[in-house]
């Protein structure tokens, strides 16, 4: 299937999971609509911006863009969101990357994030993927502090028929990540997926644990973890600007995962986490299902967020 057959069912598919984000846009939207484009209905406009995640300053300079194109004019619904979306699709566009791994195997992704973010998850689903384009991945299982946390990837690792390493509880994750590589190399294996754990309540041991795995990593490939993916749970908002702060502290983050999009109507705190801390966005979760974390692209997300369609 190409990508020009693919664009409307992925349309179809974020305007479905932005539901909330964009119902909350759309009646803001509509509202404002029904007045001429003056200084009062753009302060209208960039609050609802605001009150959507997206942050004070791409919202003001959203609006300064509409403010030049069509001050005083009278514009319809549809007009606004269609030049919403462009805005946002054009600021969006530089973090639209997909995770790359290519290279020589075995390429190791460490999966970053707090507790209940879904990162358990994300790794799972992304196993699948890779074992749908028979990419051979590893699982390993890193968050060694939580018995539950094991058990989860673990029930991953026999969904998706992916071979899996894990140790008991309070064991060394850095140590048991080491391993993991090395039973990637001897089987030929292509990815290691490698869970961590995400307690903040004690920062500072939270990082030196992520810079052990790293350290211990680079032992065996001085370019190891290759990536080192920051899994985010959208229905925090704001706060998840403060958490990637203290992963990209204590890990070389490489790139964004947004989940749980379908669950908020503050989906624009995603544009703010991407602009703020400059990371590329690899997938967003809209969904439970595995078909359901989407490769990130700026110009479906712009469109569900504000609730239009494919165009």
């Known amino acids: 299937m190409s990508d020009q057959d693919k664009k409307p069912g992925l349309f179809s598919r974020f305007a479905k999971g932005l539901k909330r984000s964009s119902d909350r846009l759309s ?23 605001i009150a959507s995640d997206l942050g004070g300053v ?25 030049a919403l979306a462009a805005e946002i699709a054009k600021r969006m566009k530089p973090y639209e990357k997909p995770l790359d791994l290519s290279g020589a195997p075995p390429r190791v992704v460490l999966f970053v994030g707090v507790n209940g ?25 890193g968050d060694t502090f939580r018995a539950a946390a094991v058990e989860q990837v673990a029930a991953w690792a026999d969904r998706t028929g992916t071979p899996i390493i894990k140790k008991d509880i309070g ?9 993991a590589y090395g039973q990637a190399m001897m089987q030929g294996r292509n990815v290691v997926l490698a869970d961590t754990a995400g307690r903040l309540q004690n920062r500072r041991e939270l990082m030196e644990e992520l810079e052990k795995i790293v350290r211990v990593l ?6 190891a973890p290759h990536e080192v993916i920051l899994v985010l ?28 999009l379908d669950g908020t109507a503050k989906g624009g705190v995603l544009m703010a986490v991407a602009e703020k801390h400059d990371l590329p966005i690899y997938y967003i979760g809209v969904g439970e ?9 700026a110009e479906a997300f712009a469109r569900g967020l504000v609730g239009l369609d494919a165009g």
């Open 289 to 297: 299902g595995v078909d359901d974390l989407q490769p990130f692209d």
């Open 171 to 179: 064991a060394d994750a850095a140590g048991l990540i080491f391993d």
């Open 58 to 82: 791409a919202a003001m300079e959203i609006v300064e863009a509409l403010k030049e194109q069509r001050f005083g004019e009278n514009v319809s619904e549809t007009e606004i969101k269609e």
């Open 117 to 141: 973010s879904g990162k358990t998850t994300t790794l799972g689903k992304i196993s699948q993927k890779l074992n749908d384009e028979n990419r051979r991945p590893l699982i390993a299982a």
């Open 218 to 223: 680079k032992k065996k490939d001085p370019k």
């Open 233 to 260: 749970d959208a229905t925090v908002g704001q706060n998840a600007l403060s958490q990637a702060e203290i992963f990209k502290q204590a890990a070389e983050v490489s790139g964004l995962v947004m989940t749980k």
């Open 27 to 49: 009646e803001g939207v509509a509202a404002i609509a029904k007045k001429p484009l003056d200084q009062e209905t753009l302060d209208e406009l960039e609050e609802l911006l």
